[in-house]
């Protein structure tokens, strides 16, 4: 099981602020990802990483950022926060199973963001 | 039609009953598949992975795969309110690119 981390776990910010999003993992997974959860919604994908220096866009188009300079480092960055922007961002990284199972993802606790 | 399809509930049973959660999936190349738990305001957490065809059991939990038919399946026996969640199915369509492509999620709602 991984030890993933996410800061803050809320943050209330006033809109055109730019904010980060901590995760940072310990278990020297390659794999991260970066999830946008509405109340009672389904799991959006809006980044992913392979690696240090890989970044790629999800499935959901988003204005955020992300980098990855360090592997257990993956942070989410909004520039100008807005209104709709308003949501749970969930991080998660990635293992492979043992015995040809292919890969399962473990989940941070998630941060919720409020943006006035 | 959505990569993986699940009935979005919710799904009501009586404590101590048999809770039965369904899946499809439209890739034929899926290769593994997950079930995780989330409960209100909190993050998925893996509760089953099974990648053979046939049941796979844990405690409570039973998994089933059937890859022709294109569905996974989960039991949990002897329900308790405290599974009250929704439950995620997941498929790992390749291990090259994004590793899960995830369903939208059955609530399950357990009776007292």
């Known amino acids: 099981e991984a030890d993933i981390y996410q800061t803050p776990r809320y943050l209330v910010i006033g809109t055109g602020k730019k904010i980060t999003l901590e995760c940072s993992q310990t278990m020297g997974h390659d794999k991260m990802y970066w999830y946008q959860q509405d109340p009672g919604m389904e799991l959006h994908l809006i980044h992913y990483s392979y690696g240090v220096n890989s970044t790629e866009k999800g499935d959901l188009s988003s204005e955020s950022t992300v980098s990855r300079i360090r592997t257990e480092h993956f942070p989410l960055t909004l520039e100008s926060a807005r209104p709709s922007h308003t949501s749970q961002y969930l991080c998660?990284?990635?293992?492979?199973?043992?015995?040809?199972?292919?890969?399962?993802?473990?989940f941070g606790p998630g941060t919720r963001l409020l943006v006035l | 039609q959505k990569e993986v399809e699940q009935n979005s509930g919710p799904l009501s049973v009586p404590e101590g009953a048999i809770a039965s959660l369904n899946c499809t999936y439209s890739d034929r190349g899926s290769q593994s598949f997950f079930w995780y738990r989330q409960y209100s305001g909190k993050s998925p957490e893996l509760i089953m992975f099974i990648y053979s065809n046939g049941d796979k059991e844990d405690g409570r939990f039973t998994a089933q795969l059937n890859k022709a038919s294109q569905y996974v399946s989960l039991l949990i026996r002897d329900s308790q309110p405290s599974d009250s969640a929704t439950y995620l199915c997941?498929?790992?369509?390749?291990?090259?690119?994004?590793?899960?492509?995830f369903g939208s999620g059955t609530r399950l709602q357990v009776q007292p």
């Open positions: 998660a990284s990635s293992e492979f199973l043992a015995g040809g199972g292919g890969e399962t993802q473990y």
């Open positions: 997941a498929v790992n369509r390749d291990t090259g690119r994004r590793a899960l492509t």
